[in-house]
């Protein structure tokens, strides 16, 4: 058996016993004693957590801390991994208090030498220009832990307390923005919250279920109260609204034009009407009469800063 095949397995096996002999090593092995030896020395180094005793009732004993997590990686996990975590860096807000920079360090202290020396040719490899500055968002936390553990919550949100309670989907990160699929438990109606406008959350002792609605559908439940809108667009305007809007999308080509219809609620039409006039010349709004108004005034007022 080669040394890195056996050195796997016998990982496994100490995990399995927790407590352990040179001797059981060498007979479940078929291995000398100053092989076994080598082998401990090989995976102390590994990191592989263990500490010795003498006596009678001695030998080797597998620490076995219950907030401990044990991951066996192969090379290349362990690099997609830090460079995982490289890129959740780069993103201007966090969900969590938790520094990813402090799991980066521990990740590369548990590692082997020789882990270390490839992790070490890995980093040059990689810069971003991007970043921000990072911070966390207030009540993150508290909106994951309601999804997990179903609990029932109040949101504060701009500047208002919303009187319906609300089960928490899930959320979405869409455009360098967090947003919370929300469930309003009352009329069972789906909402997006931008996280970053949450201003606090109550959780309740009382726990609830989604109702069937999961990050895959949740559109489905947006449509009550929405309206459509149809808009004529290039396919970098198309591009455009898929990464702006949400809900029911359809796009069809008609003629040699591309048509994209979606839903929309009627108070967002100021906020829809701007975004579709950073797309300039790339899209035409040909329905609803109040998002085309919408979109008009607000070329209007960009229109007056050079007046």
């Given amino acids: 058996m080669k040394k890195s095949t056996r050195l796997y397995h016998m990982i496994h096996y100490m995990n399995e016993v927790h407590h352990f002999t040179l001797s059981d090593l060498m007979e479940e092995f078929n291995i000398s004693k100053s092989t076994a030896l080598r082998d401990m020395r090989d995976l102390e180094e590994l990191g ?3 500490y010795s005793e003498s006596g009678q009732h001695g030998g080797y004993h597998i620490i076995r801390e219950r907030g401990l997590t044990k ?8 690099l997609a991994l830090l460079f995982a975590f490289g890129s959740i860096s780069q993103l201007p807000t966090i969900p969590f208090n938790a520094t990813y920079d402090g799991i980066y360090r521990k990740i590369i202290s548990h590692s082997s030498t020789e882990q270390k020396a490839e992790i070490n040719r890995f980093l040059g490899k990689f810069q ?5 500055g990072q911070a966390t968002i207030p009540h993150f936390e508290q909106m994951v832990q309601a999804s997990f553990s179903q609990q029932i919550c109040m949101i504060h949100y701009q500047g208002r307390s919303l009187a319906s309670p609300y089960s928490v989907v899930g ?3 869409k455009n360098s923005k967090w947003y919370a699929v929300v469930l309003e438990i009352q009329t069972d109606r789906v909402r997006l919250f931008s996280m970053e406008k949450i201003e606090d959350v109550e959780l309740k002792d009382d726990v609830t279920d989604a109702g069937g609605v999961t990050l895959e559908n949740f559109t489905h439940y947006m449509s009550q109260g929405y309206m459509e809108i ?4 290039t396919e970098k305007g198309l591009s455009d609204l898929t990464s702006y809007l949400w809900s029911n999308q359809k796009v069809i080509n008609q003629e040699g034009r591309i048509i ?14 701007k975004l579709l ?3 300039g010349r790339e899209v035409k709004v040909l329905s609803p009469p109040e998002l085309i108004e919408a979109v008009k005034e607000e070329l209007a007022l960009s229109l007056a800063q050079y007046q």
Avoid: G, W
């Avoid at 149809?230 to 667009?233: E, H, T």
């Fill in 230 to 233: 149809v808009v004529q667009c």
């Fill in 171 to 173: 959320f979405l990160f």
């Fill in 48 to 50: 592989v957590p263990f």
């Fill in 128 to 132: 971003y220009f991007n970043k921000s």
């Fill in 277 to 279: 006039t950073r797309s």
């Fill in 260 to 273: 994209f219809t979606s839903s929309i609620h009627p108070r967002d039409i100021p906020f829809i009407a």
């Fill in 71 to 78: 991951i066996d990686l192969t090379p290349q996990e362990l």
